[in-house]
């Protein structure tokens, strides 16, 4: 309700109009985005990318532009799909720019009848015109938007491609004069459900169609807290479904597809001769899903990264960063310059043993940015060819195992990204119940890109068979824990399905441009906090603190664990970051200050550990303070028991590695 | 037990007929026109005179005697029946007293054209789940030729495989309209990609991807009936090349 007094109060002033992207996933919504505002977000080939709303003012258009998260069916199957639809009803909406893919254009326009019904101003943009026109699809787009009655475009956006027919065919927005004829008795429900909802700010037929479609559970959701007419619209659509033997959507649907075949008659036609289709995707795609190559595939993949980001990132690379260029060029002339500060306490307190130079600087900047750049670079690769889609298909069975299924892929891998990401993106699960179970995944063992990255830097001087047992250890764990969390929280697995994007080749462009971004927010999001824990450090030390904190956690970190009591402060930093306590380790590593065991086990317990403060409070916000400490308990108490009998099993068993 | 129903007035005159025929094939007889039984075996004469009159039946000295018309519905009903205990038993999976207490209802609501369907959808079967012959019907003799396309769930099919949707039965409206976007709707062609380890089926220009729970809810007609056994296993080798 504050929402439309809000979007009201704008109109008055007549602030801002806005543009609604809207359209099926994966089809290029965030590109078009970008091309519109000039703002960078991130965008990549598998559906669910985006998840919240960003808005951004149109560079050429006098149009506030809002892009939502893709939309499979009519029907909102998750919370992020409920995003668009929710926009539509409440903002201030002065046109929607539905961004479809012109290879697909049944699809696309089954959705934008759908839209016809709002009433809004439409332009259709259909995206990504090069696929279709290599499948040898030819679109008559005058013809189309004679018939539609709006304008449509066709873009490229990612060569931006179509941009000035877009920005005109964005000056003039029309509402379609398409009127679609429903069976009777939805006509009937739908004019009744009509008379008892509230105002909103499109037509009110639109949404009575869209619950009529839709599972009852979606009356509550928009017209929660209005009983009467929850009750009210839930009887007719009960009555109206109990007339008829087909779900009321197929009745919907069939008045619309019949449309939608018309339309494809008049508009689009095949070239001749087969569509060009690259040998090389249709081999991978059926390499990657296949039962045997698929796994082989995997494993391949994985071994690269380690490759890349463990040996050469944060091998090589570390190396050069801390001996050559923090080592020799950069700190010398730096604690030079320091030591003609008077004050001893201000000369320890930037170059000292807890220094903000030699310590906090040095560590975000000199381990961590290299290596996590790096993770980020394939990272991106991979989620711009489209494969994120196909480990969906490999994972699905694993996955139901503890409770999900491969839909919750996505968030899973996004989590070796980074868990607040990811844990924000567990938003696209259908169910509570596989959200929370995600999360505690998540939250419990999922390494973040810098820790990962750290992680296969340290045991690329440990050595690849720990390495093997370490993932393996960790899997088994996570498995376990998800195993039980699905039969603590009981309840059905939803059943999988998804659209798996085709093959394509990742733009060097796209690839440096995320990686640079990322990065970027990552030395603006943990320099702070590298610097914040430093300091905290060094007030510890300064006041005696920290020694009576170590004995503290002594019993535990050196009687538990058989860790150096120096760890502790590894740990102490844990709370505030993860990768500051995987950088603290592995600098500990490389100064000999832990054996290979002491190592293996103060990974495990890191990686186990809770997560970082930003993912603590994602996770109490997206959750729930109850579900979210809960998790962060469970996760804390874990880690320490078991590292505590990985540590004894390894050492009862002789293995030192 | 077997075959004997128990005569309910509407349909006491099919039921009678039943009979007759049941009668004569434990006295290895093949029913035909002009077939005859003593009146004896058929007990109560007084329960034959509806027969009489509407020309089912007529009776010569101690013998009852059946018609053209009399065989042609007696030959209805014990087809009905006997395709009916083939369907509750083989595809419902029935035990026996349910199984026959259904069919001695179904046997009188059936028409020709519903049997029929029942005969083509079980492969055209020659005997009930007792042995006993069942009377063949018009579809039995076109049979080898022209036999109708089967509705199978995805599950069913092998991979790469061509079908037509026929239609997706699931209730769940989101599910319902994700499919029904991504061009999995009735009469639209599918093409079965794999089955592990998800199922793979390609509409369109879409790839779809989902599990067992939801490729048992979609229900298609095969294109060509399959001749190889190939039920759908890892297929080791992998070709080179476009996908189509």
């Not at chain 1, 049944?106 to 016809?116: H, I, M």
């Not at chain 2, 989902?210 to 809810?217: G, K, M, T, V």
Request: proline share 5%; net charge neutral; aromatic share 8%.
């Amino acid at each position: 309700m504050q929402d439309i007094n809000a979007a009201a109060i704008a109109e008055n002033h007549g602030e801002e109009k806005r543009l609604v992207l809207v359209g099926q996933p994966n089809v290029g919504k965030s590109k078009i985005f970008s091309l519109l505002t000039g703002q960078y977000v991130i965008v990549s080939n598998y559906p669910g990318t985006t998840v919240e709303i960003s808005s951004g003012k149109a560079t050429e258009l006098d149009y506030h532009v809002v892009d939502t998260p893709g939309i499979g069916g009519v029907v909102p199957r998750s919370e992020e799909e409920l995003v668009a639809l929710q926009t539509l009803l409440t903002d201030h909406v002065a046109a929607v720019l539905q961004v479809g893919d012109a290879k697909n254009l049944r699809r696309t326009l089954l959705l934008t009848l759908a839209l016809v019904e709002t009433g809004l101003p439409l332009v259709l943009d259909l995206n990504m015109a090069d696929e279709a026109e290599r499948k040898g699809y030819r679109i008559d787009q005058s013809r189309l938007s004679r018939s539609l009655g709006f304008p449509v475009a066709m873009t490229v956006a990612t060569e931006g491609r179509g941009k000035d027919e877009l920005l005109n065919s964005l000056r003039r927005p029309a509402r379609s004069p398409i009127r679609i004829t429903y069976d009777p008795r939805v006509e009937a429900a739908a004019m009744q459900i009509a008379n008892h909802l509230p105002d909103y700010r499109i037509s009110k037929r639109a949404i009575a169609l869209t619950l009529l479609s839709a599972n009852p559970s979606l009356v509550d959701t928009l017209l929660g807290g209005r009983e009467k007419e929850c009750r009210v619209v839930k009887e007719i659509i009960a009555r109206t479904q109990s007339e008829v033997l087909e779900p009321l959507q197929q009745l919907i649907m069939n008045a619309r597809t019949a449309c939608v075949e018309r339309l494809i008659r008049e508009c689009q036609t095949m070239a001749k001769g087969p569509g060009f289709r690259s040998r090389i995707a249709g081999f991978l795609d059926r390499v990657s899903i296949h039962p045997f190559w698929g796994a082989v595939m995997l494993f391949g993949i994985l071994f690269v990264i380690y490759v890349f980001v463990g040996v050469f990132a944060a091998g090589t690379v570390v190396d050069f960063f801390q001996e050559v260029i923090f080592g020799e060029v950069l700190l010398p002339p730096v604690v030079q310059l320091v030591s003609h500060i008077p004050f001893s306490v201000m000369r320890d307190f930037l170059v000292g043993p807890y220094g903000q130079i030699t310590m906090g600087i040095t560590l975000a900047l000199g381990i961590v940015l290299p290596t996590v750049s790096a993770f980020f670079l394939v990272f991106s690769i991979l989620e711009d060819s489209g494969y994120l889609p196909r480990l969906q298909v490999m994972l699905n069975r694993i996955f139901s195992f503890v409770g999900l299924n491969g839909k919750a892929v996505i968030p899973i891998v996004l989590g070796f990204g980074c868990g607040t990401m990811a844990v924000i993106v567990t938003r696209i699960l259908e169910t509570r119940r596989e959200r929370i179970i995600a999360t505690l995944i998540l939250a419990l063992g999922i390494p973040c890109a810098p820790q990962m990255g750290l992680i296969l830097g340290l045991f690329a001087k440990i050595g690849f068979i720990p390495l093997v047992l370490f993932f393996v250890f960790l899997t088994v764990q996570l498995v376990a824990a998800g195993w039980l969390a699905s039969k603590l929280f009981p309840g059905e697995t939803t059943a999988f399905v998804t659209e798996l994007p085709p093959y394509r080749l990742p733009q060097a462009r796209n690839i440096v441009s995320k990686t640079l971004y990322r990065s970027y927010w990552f030395i603006r999001e943990v320099i702070p906090w590298f610097l914040v824990g430093t300091a905290m450090l060094f007030l510890a030390d300064l006041t005696g603190a920290l020694p009576g904190l170590k004995r503290l956690m002594e019993p535990v970190v050196v009687g538990m664990l058989d860790l150096p009591a120096k760890t502790s402060e590894g740990f102490i930093l844990g709370f505030l970051r993860r990768e500051y306590v995987a950088a603290y380790f592995f600098d500990m590593y490389g100064k000999g200050l832990l054996d290979n065991l002491q190592a293996f086990v103060a990974t495990m317990v890191m990686t186990l550990f809770i997560p970082c403060t930003a993912s603590t409070f994602v996770i109490i916000k997206e959750r729930g303070i109850g579900v979210g400490l809960a998790i962060v308990g469970f996760v804390t108490f874990y880690a320490i028991v078991a590292g505590t009998i990985i540590n004894f099993a390894l050492r009862l068993l002789h293995i030192t590695f | 037990m077997e075959e004997t129903c128990k005569p309910c007035t509407a349909e006491e005159r099919e039921e009678i007929l039943e009979e007759i025929w049941t009668t004569l094939e434990l006295d290895r007889i093949t029913p035909q026109p002009g077939s005859r039984i003593g009146l004896a075996k058929l007990g109560n004469g007084q329960r034959l005179s509806p027969l009489i009159q509407g020309g089912d039946i007529r009776t010569e000295a101690d013998q009852a005697v059946l018609t053209e018309q009399g065989y042609q519905k007696a030959k209805e009903v014990v087809r009905n029946h006997r395709l009916s205990e083939r369907l509750l038993h083989d595809v419902l999976n029935l035990q026996s007293e349910e199984m026959e207490r259904s069919a001695c209802r179904y046997e009188h609501m059936l028409d020709t054209e519903a049997a029929d369907s029942i005969c083509i959808l079980l492969g055209h079967p020659r005997t009930c789940p007792h042995g006993k012959s069942i009377p063949p019907g018009e579809c039995c003799d076109a049979g080898e030729t022209s036999l109708r396309p089967l509705v199978v769930p995805l599950t069913e099919l092998d991979s790469g495989e061509d079908a037509t949707v026929a239609y997706v039965g699931t209730r769940d409206n989101g599910r319902l309209s994700y499919l029904t976007s991504l061009g999995v709707v009735t009469g639209r062609p599918v093409q079965l990609v794999q089955k592990r380890p998800s199922f793979i089926v390609k509409v369109d220009e879409n790839s779809v991807a989902f599990d067992e729970s939801i490729a048992r809810e979609i229900f298609v007609r095969p294109a060509l009936r399959r001749r190889s056994r190939d039920r759908g296993g890892p297929r080791w080798r992998l070709r080179w090349g476009g996908g189509r």
